[in-house]
C-alpha cells in the first residue's frame, strides 16, 4: 500500500508558476511509476506527466511540454511538478497516482495506476 498526499495547489494568473508536491509514505522502497493527473469540471481525467522513480524515465502530455517538470526527490519520498506560463486551460483539480512496482509501463494511462492522493485545486485566471 502507498499513501499520496498532494499539496501546492492555489489561484495565480495566467502566466504564472506553481510547484505542486507529492508526498508518498507506506511501500515506498521499490521503484515504480508516479504521475500527476488533472481533472476539469466536466471533462474526464487526463494524465499530465509520469516519472519513474528507479530510472527517471518522464513522459507529458503534449498541452504542457515545454512548461511543466516532474521530477523526484527519493529521500524525501516525494514527487513535484512545477508549473510554469500557466493558462486558464490548466485549471483542474490535479492528482498524485502511484503504479504498483510491476507495472513497466503505464503510458499516462490513469488505470494503469493504483494508488491515488485526494487532489489539489490549481486555478488559473485571465
Known amino acids: 500500500q502507498v499513501q499520496l498526499v498532494e499539496s501546492g495547489g492555489g489561484s495565480v494568473q495566467a502566466g504564472g508558476s506553481l510547484r505542486l508536491s507529492c508526498a508518498a509514505s507506506?511501500?515506498?522502497?521499490?521503484?515504480?511509476?508516479m504521475g500527476w493527473f488533472r481533472q476539469a469540471p466536466g471533462k474526464e481525467r487526463e494524465g499530465v506527466a509520469e516519472?519513474?522513480?528507479?530510472?527517471?524515465?518522464?513522459h507529458y502530455v503534449d498541452s504542457v511540454k515545454g512548461r511543466f517538470t516532474i521530477s523526484q526527490d527519493n529521500a524525501k519520498n516525494t514527487v513535484y511538478l512545477q508549473m510554469n506560463s500557466l493558462k486558464p486551460e490548466d485549471t483542474a483539480m490535479y492528482y498524485c497516482?502511484?503504479?504498483?512496482?510491476?507495472?513497466?509501463?503505464?503510458?499516462?494511462?490513469?488505470?494503469?495506476?493504483?494508488?491515488w492522493g485526494q487532489g489539489t485545486q490549481v486555478t488559473v485566471s485571465s
Open positions: 497516482a502511484a503504479a504498483k512496482p510491476d507495472r513497466l509501463w503505464v503510458g499516462l494511462e490513469g488505470y494503469e495506476y493504483n494508488y
Open positions: 507506506g511501500n515506498t522502497y521499490s521503484s515504480r511509476w
Open positions: 516519472i519513474h522513480t528507479g530510472g527517471g524515465g518522464t
